[in-house]
């Protein structure tokens, strides 16, 4: 699989280096769709504030890719759902840290949880 990301310069506005405006797969043998995932525990229970519910999310990613074989580096688009605009900038944080700082297409939305206590919310398309 070969993945190959799309910057056009000319006519559109740039990224800033942490996203992508595409990714093309090359040659997939394989896709996880992962439904969009909180900041719980393995109780269900939310993390205390918003660092702890990144984290939780992120290591829960990370357990549901490893359940397919998969790593964060077979990530190709990442969307998040915020409880609050002012959740953006730890959110792009903890999410090129936990890419590695390789940069994706990404997309955030700014939405009412269904739970009060659920503050972000990520999804994330997979290919191996």
Same mark, same amino acid.
Not at 2 to 25: C, F, K, Q, R, S
Not at 51 to 58: G, M, S, T, V
């Given at each position: 699989?070969?993945?190959?990301?799309?910057?056009?310069?000319?006519?559109?506005?740039? *990224?800033?280096?942490?996203?992508?405006?595409?990714?093309?797969?090359?040659?997939?043998?394989? &896709?996880? &769709?992962?439904?969009?995932?909180?900041?719980?525990?393995?109780?269900?229970?939310?993390?205390?504030?918003?660092?702890?519910?990144?984290?939780?999310?992120?290591?829960?990613?990370?357990?549901?890719?490893?359940?397919?074989?998969?790593?964060?580096?077979?990530?190709?688009?990442?969307?998040?759902?915020?409880?609050? +605009?002012?959740?953006?900038?730890?959110?792009?944080?903890?999410?090129?840290?936990?890419?590695?700082?390789?940069?994706?297409?990404? *997309? +955030?939305?700014? +939405?009412? *949880?269904?739970?009060s206590d659920w503050l972000v919310e990520i999804e994330v398309i997979a290919a191996a």
């Open positions: 699989m070969e993945l190959v990301p799309h910057n056009p310069t000319d006519g559109i506005y740039a *990224t800033g280096g942490d996203w992508v405006h595409a990714m093309e797969v090359r040659g997939p043998s394989r &896709f996880l &769709f992962v439904s969009g995932t909180m900041g719980l525990d393995a109780a269900g229970d939310p993390g205390a504030g918003l660092a702890e519910q990144l984290d939780l999310i992120w290591a829960n990613l990370r357990r549901i890719l490893a359940s397919a074989d998969m790593t964060v580096d077979n990530i190709v688009r990442l969307t998040s759902y915020l409880r609050d +605009a002012s959740y953006a900038e730890a959110n792009a944080a903890a999410r090129v840290a936990a890419l590695g700082g390789r940069a994706v297409p990404t *997309t +955030a939305i700014v +939405a009412t *949880t269904l739970v």
